[in-house]
């Protein structure tokens, strides 16, 4: 097996074992260099390669989507009833079951369709970013747009954008499980393997797209794009799995399926009575009880419920959240609980040194905000620092022990890297220490890079035939690898600066004995002199306090878990308004070996969770679910990725987040503000309010229809409605009605409410009350209409041309019922939602034509109404606005005394 790719070298030979190369040779294949490719290089190999994406299954066209539609049993009953109408020689009650059945599939897949385009919109959004080396810079760039020559960084939490040869490793370690199945990371180096036939998971010096950096650090050359990569191959299959169904979806399939039953049944059972007492021909009433049970079953339930989900999610991006799992839009209606991060999310993420504390306790003031190094360090009375001694000592370590790039690029200064990094690179700048400059003089040799899980990170570098170490990271940490250092002093200032609201980081260095390479995995320093804190401070999003605010006024628990010093979390907790007293405060240490119980306690007491490991934040999202909460968390790093897993919502960053994160969770933000969050939370309460508006409309048009055919029957009436009249009934007021309630907008009170149960079923008291009262309402109208005009000696033909207009416009006048449960339709402005307005008025306006229009006529057996019905008609079916009405009114009454009768009764509790 050799490592041979679709793609040719850009030399235009056949491609290489890239593994059995040496590092530079590699480079000379791909006609690159240790600078990278220029960008106008870049771009021609991006014409002559394509673009690195995968190859994806294609979207399913118009014809596909529009015969999906016909995969239904009602369609194959349908189709039945229209080849029995047939058969007896009703040539044109068949034609209409078939034109029914044509404007079903493209109303259905249009709706499909939309749906589709807005999922393949909101995947645009998800973009995986690159580091690459172009033009000698490192710059983000979007993966797609990597090209075979690139010089690309990996580091812990990415996933490897392309096929790379590896060119240097600091402890780098890939998980390749997705290649090779090998559960455990591998390590990696540059070095080449001698065996060009060596299997995949044996090429150590390769990292391949898709997978994912564990830890470390490492620089590749990229040799293989798109379908040429080895997970590229592997495409194909993967494409073709289709995704599950939101749970929302399914509960409504099984819910449909659970009416089509009942009304199946009553269809039956009223074709049967017709069949018994007025001696209608069993081949008549077959077509009829079809055509009443696929006018009241809301076959459409599902499609429109997708649409509604797939609208939200859109609204959603719009707003900054990008929906990867159409669950979330509904789950999000029910979060009781956010676990957020403090730095990115609720604070700006744009750390500012602020102070410095020295062994000689000397204290300077830093000035200046923002990543650029404008500004000055002076001293404890305003005096200019001396940027000598142990002050030049600290600045030495904070820009050595770094792996970000801050540089002036014409009149502007550039920055790329982590914001703590980058924010220790502007202090180094302001005091005259350039990391350009100090490399140069002690060239790094080996490093270890930061992760949560040491709490500190360093550096080793070549000075004078000897070599120094950088070391940065927590106080107590970096405390553990000094020599006489005065711990308690030390401990104690950094709780000073901490009291502040400062985020404190501790400094080390010193000469070490013993020599490290590049190739070893150095061991932890030790025996260090310790040279200073430093105290940034990272202000609060402007936005944030509102949101929280918000998040308390919807019955949203708001808590911090923080890997920060307990004493700097609460300083921003107290800004925020989430605590106030240190009491507040849990200690990841305190959850140490937790028992559950004292977890949940915990999460019921704490609103602060201060140096927590991604283990414990775990342990504390299964402590809230147990407590019965749901769950929403933050996350950006590579170990969050269990916790944003085992969430009812992971919300992961879009900027500042790794790839792994993004992955596993549910929501990214795109701009890694908390307040997103909250506007997605509003986002998806206005969604799961419009599902059930949507139901509501739905099980009332089909009650109405069985009740008002099923008295007729079983008094001895004739039937009220032909089987054409059910389906043109069902065509003009279910065609795109349940479809606009879902574009309704919010009322901006969504935030004012306490969060629903995610086990509350949809059908409840209120929806059982609305569509039973909605439902008799219509179907006394009906019938009693149609039983008196017939008792008037009005024509059969007549009556039930009266009764189809009245039903028409009864349920068109309910789609404006459905718009809010509890709001007055008249308190909400038709402009809110001119697809409905649209709707209902092109519905209307359809059966007015249909009247007058000759060919309509003899299909649907229905002619122009008196003048009279003009008058009476639309009268009866506005008295349904009235009684709909007098429901809200009703219940918001019984609401207001059932929460003053609660009032009541706490105090005796």
């Known amino acids: 097996m050799n490592d041979a790719t679709s793609q040719p070298t850009v030399a235009g030979a056949a491609a290489p074992s890239w593994h059995a190369l040496p590092a530079q040779d590699a480079l000379a294949r791909t006609a690159s260099s240790a600078d990278g490719l220029s960008r106008e290089e870049a771009q021609q190999r991006l014409a002559q390669f394509g673009r690195n994406v995968l190859p994806a299954q294609r979207s399913p066209g118009w014809l596909a989507i529009g015969l999906r539609q016909l995969r239904s049993p009602l369609i194959y009953v349908l189709l039945a009833a229209a080849v029995v109408s047939f058969a007896l020689g009703d040539v044109t009650d068949a034609g209409f079951i078939g034109i029914v059945l044509l404007v079903n599939s493209v109303i259905g897949g249009w709706q499909e369709w939309r749906a589709e385009q807005q999922s393949q919109s909101l995947q645009k959004l998800l973009r995986i970013r690159a580091t690459t080396l172009r033009d000698g810079e490192m710059a983000d760039t979007d993966a797609a747009e990597l090209v075979p020559g690139d010089i690309v960084a990996l580091e812990s939490g990415q996933l490897v954008p392309a096929d790379l040869r590896l060119l240097s490793t600091q402890g780098l370690e890939i998980a390749e499980a997705a290649l090779t199945g090998e559960s455990l990371a ?81 269809s039956g059972l009223i074709g049967a009575v017709g069949v018994w007492v007025h001696d209608d021909s069993i081949a008549a009433m077959f077509v009829f009880a079809v055509a009443l049970a696929v006018s009241a079953i809301p076959e459409g339930l599902p499609v429109a419920l997708t649409v509604a989900l797939a609208i939200a999610a859109r609204r959603m991006a719009l707003r900054g959240a990008i929906v990867r799992r159409l669950p979330a839009v509904e789950g999000l209606g029910s979060c009781t609980l956010i676990a957020s991060d403090k730095t990115g999310t609720l604070t700006c993420n744009e750390l500012t040194a602020r102070e410095l504390w020295l062994p000689d306790e000397a204290r300077y003031t830093v000035s200046g905000s923002g990543y650029a190094p404008t500004g000055t360090i002076v001293g404890a ?331 007729a029957v079983v008094i001895g009436l004739p039937i009220p409605l032909l089987p054409v009249q059910l389906l043109w009934l069902n065509l003009v007021t279910n065609g795109i009605q349940d479809v606009a309630l879902a574009f309704e907008h919010g009322r901006g009170d969504e935030l004012d409410t306490p969060p629903r149960r995610p086990d509350d079923p949809i059908f409840d008291r209120l929806m059982i009350e609305r569509a039973l009262f909605a439902g008799t309402w219509m179907a006394a109208l009906g019938f009693g209409a149609f039983a008196v005009l017939l008792r008037m000696d009005m024509p059969l033909e007549q009556a039930r041309n009266a009764l189809l207009l009245l039903m028409v416009l009864m349920q068109n006048v309910d789609a404006f019922n459905a718009r809010s449960e509890t709001r007055s339709a008249f308190a909400i402005p038709l402009r809110n939602n001119r697809l409905l307005v649209l709707g209902v008025v092109g519905a209307l306006a359809i059966h007015v034509l249909a009247l007058y229009a000759p060919l309509m006529q003899r299909v649907l057996r229905i002619e122009p109404v008196a003048p009279v019905g003009w008058v009476a008609l639309p009268l009866m079916a506005l008295s349904l606005l009235a009684v709909m009405e007098l429901h809200k009114l009703w219940w918001a009454r019984r609401a207001r005394a059932a929460c003053s009768t609660m009032e009541l009764d706490l105090p005796r509790r």
Request: glycine share 10%.
């Open 381 to 711: 009375f305003g005096e200019a620092a001396a940027t000598a001694g142990n002050l030049h000592h600290a600045l030495q370590v904070a820009a050595a022990c770094n792996e970000a790039d801050l540089y002036r690029r014409e009149t502007s200064w550039r920055w790329r890297g982590d914001p703590t990094d980058i924010a220790l690179l502007a202090l180094a700048e302001k005091g005259g220490v350039s990391r350009e400059q100090l490399l140069v003089e002690r060239p790094q040799v080996n490093a270890i890079p930061y992760e949560p899980e040491r709490r500190y990170a360093a550096t080793w570098h070549a000075l004078d035939g000897a070599t120094w170490v950088a070391v940065k990271g927590a106080p107590e940490r970096v405390l553990q690898m000094c020599r006489s250092a005065s711990a308690d002093r030390i401990l104690q200032a950094a709780e000073d600066m901490a009291q502040r609201g400062l985020r404190v980081l501790a400094l080390a260095g010193g000469l070490t004995a013993h020599p490290v390479t590049p190739q070893e995995t150095p061991a932890e320093p030790q025996g260090l002199e310790f040279v200073g804190l430093i105290g940034l401070i990272d202000p609060l999003r402007p936005e944030v306090q509102d949101a929280v605010r918000r998040c308390a006024a919807a019955g949203i628990r708001v808590v911090m878990v923080t890997g920060d010093h307990p004493t700097t979390a609460l300083a921003i907790a107290r800004d925020l308004g989430i605590a106030a007293r240190p009491q507040e405060v849990v200690h990841g240490s305190a959850l140490q070996g937790a028992s559950p119980e004292t977890l949940e306690l915990a999460v019921e007491r704490g609103t602060v969770f201060a140096r927590v490991t991604p283990e414990q934040k775990l342990a504390l999202v299964d402590a809230a679910q147990r407590a019965g909460h749901f769950v929403a968390v933050t996350g950006d790093g590579v170990n969050d990725a269990p916790a944003l897993r085992r969430a009812n919502i992971g919300v992961a960053m879009g900027l500042g987040g790794t790839d792994v994160a993004r992955e596993a969770s549910d929501l990214v933000l795109s701009d890694d503000n908390f307040a997103t969050i909250v506007a997605g939370v509003e986002e998806g309460r206005i969604a799961y309010q419009n599902i059930r508006n949507v139901v509501y409309l739905l099980t009332a048009a089909g009650a109405a229809e069985v009740l008002t055919v099923g008295l």
């Open 186 to 266: 591998v390590v990696k180096d540059a070095a080449a393997v001698s065996e060009p036939d060596a299997a995949l998971a044996d090429r150590s010096n390769m990292a391949y797209a898709g997978s994912l950096v564990a830890r470390g650090r490492g620089v590749g050359v990229t040799v293989a794009t798109g379908a040429g990569t080895a997970i590229g191959r592997l495409a194909s299959a993967m494409s073709a799995t289709r995704s599950g169904q939101p749970p929302l979806v399914q509960r409504m399939e099984r819910f449909s399926r659970t009416i089509a039953a009942v009304v199946l049944l009553a």
